[in-house]
């Protein structure tokens, strides 16, 4: 019967995307999608403070500190301290940072993107036209 709803049925692809995702970036890239998600947040190559970052990524700022030090190891974040308020941590994605999450989402975006368009006959960028239009919607009315 769930599988009649489109709210059933959109959540299923969603967590299936997710894992089929997960997998690939591990084996590609070495970096979760969880991780994956990270890099995506900084993507757009501004500095964001460590409480925005938390409400991107929907977890605690707590969650988001821990994150540091793995991504900064590995060359792919930088962080400062505000000038306005000096407890205020900006992040942003160093070169590398910024490489790995364009090159890792040009990936995913072309391996689904490919796995989908050879079975079926669906017009993908008109669906995500409206599976854009329905996120606003939905980001406006606060269900």
Do not use: C, P
């Not at 970096?31 to 998600?37: C, D, N, P």
């Not at 700022?61 to 000038?83: C, D, M, P, Q, Y």
């Not at 090159?103 to 669906?127: K, P, R």
């Amino acid at each position: 019967m769930s599988e009649k709803r489109i709210s059933f049925t959109l959540n299923s692809l969603v967590r299936e995307m997710n894992s089929q995702a997960d997998a690939m970036l591990r084996s590609r890239f070495s970096i979760t999608y969880s991780q994956f998600r990270f890099l995506q947040a900084l993507a757009g190559g501004q500095q964001i403070d460590v409480t925005r970052l938390a409400e991107l990524l929907t977890v605690t700022k707590g969650a988001v500190s821990k994150r540091l030090a793995w991504f900064g190891e590995r060359g792919l974040i930088e962080s400062a301290h505000s000038t306005e308020n000096a407890k205020t941590l900006l992040v942003s994605l160093t070169a590398k940072g910024l490489s790995l999450a364009e090159e890792s989402a040009n990936f995913l975006d072309g391996s689904f993107t490919s796995h989908v368009s050879e079975g079926l006959s669906i017009d993908l960028s008109a669906l995500n036209t409206e599976l854009q239009e329905i996120l606003v919607q939905m980001r406006q009315a606060k269900l």
